[in-house]
């Protein structure tokens, strides 16, 4: 991700103007460039379809949007992460849903996981208060070229899923490397494994 130079613009701006545009997120009314690479998008890719395979085996009321903006109200700040499982069954509470895939309540949320690139700070700090405060229940991070800081991954680095549960109302951290299996408290059959996300991000099959 690259920091744009445009002006500061509010959350509704933004929204209006960038709403369908993948390339931006909006962080205290900057605007935020998205460049993914395409291994960002094998990694994903395959954790949405890892989890689309959960909510259809259990018949679950969960869903993945293609494109998806959470907007923190009382901010201008607009998220649009890498992957959200949202809960239908709370879209009729959602105010902006009808209009336009905007999401305003962490009640919507069952959980998101984003990819980490070149910007790893917003993933690991910034996002990790603010989808917590929203009350996300679940919020992967997915470092699978192992760059976040030593104080997040350890000392040694290397590539990393931190899975934080909330807990009250504050986020407990778990970390998986190698071939630990993930532990997820949304989809607690989920069989899945840290090497397995990383290995998606290769051009080797």
């Known amino acids: 991700m690259i920091q744009s130079a445009l ?3 509010t959350v509704n701006e933004f929204i209006t103007q960038y709403g369908d545009n993948d390339r931006y997120e909006l ?3 900057e605007l935020i460039e998205m460049e993914p690479t395409g291994p960002h998008e094998q990694v994903s890719s395959l954790i949405g379809r890892k989890l689309n395979v959960e909510i259809d085996h259990h018949d679950l009321p969960y869903f993945i949007p293609h494109r998806c903006l959470i907007k923190l109200l009382g901010t201008n700040t607009a998220f649009r992460p890498d992957v959200i499982v949202l809960d239908q069954t709370q ?3 959602e105010p902006l849903w009808q209009k336009e895939p905007v999401i305003t309540s962490g009640k919507s ?3 998101i996981a984003e990819v980490v690139s070149t910007n790893w700070q917003n993933d690991y700090a910034r996002k990790v208060e ?4 929203l009350a996300v229940p679940e919020y992967w991070i997915v470092d699978y070229l192992g760059i976040g800081g030593r104080e997040y991954i350890g000392k040694t680095k290397q590539p990393t899923v931190t899975i934080c549960t909330l807990v009250e109302d504050e986020y407990q951290k778990r970390l998986f490397q190698n071939n630990d299996q993930l532990v997820s408290s949304i989809f607690p059959n989920l069989q899945l494994t840290a090497k397995q996300i990383f290995a998606s991000a290769s051009t080797v099959t």
């Open 91 to 93: 879209l009729m509470n």
């Open 7 to 9: 002006k500061l613009v």
């Open 109 to 111: 949320i069952k959980l």
């Open 130 to 133: 603010d989808y917590a405060l």
């Open 27 to 29: 962080i205290d009314g």
